[in-house]
């Protein structure tokens, strides 16, 4: 009876593996290639961090509303003491 039980836990510990790699390798085997504007575009449809908060492209350029820093119009800036105002005024 012990014997057929480890029989049994060994060929689970072979199988599980193998299903698993078979499962992940079946997954992967033709990926789905597409531009970096559909992939983004899919990415917010699913639940990506979109741009909100931030008015930049995903390379890094500054969009239509962003000043010269980079900052949306509507950003804060914090000064050296940690306080946060409206950007242009200084405190």
């Known amino acids: 009876m012990v014997a057929a039980l480890l029989v049994f836990v ?6 599980v593996p193998l299903v698993l790699y078979l499962l992940i390798s079946n997954e992967i085997a033709n990926p789905t290639l597409v531009d970096r504007e559909t992939a983004e ?7 990506g961090l979109g741009t909100r908060g ?4 995903a390379d890094g350029r500054a969009g239509p ?7 949306a ?3 804060t800036e914090t000064n ?4 946060q105002s409206p950007r242009g005024q200084r405190g």
């Open 73 to 75: 119009s509507g950003d």
């Open 65 to 71: 509303s962003a000043d010269t820093n980079g900052r």
């Open 10 to 15: 060994l060929l689970l510990s072979v199988l």
């Open 80 to 83: 050296s003491w940690g306080v």
């Open 41 to 47: 575009r899919e990415a917010k449809a699913q639940g």
């Open 54 to 57: 931030r008015d930049r492209d």
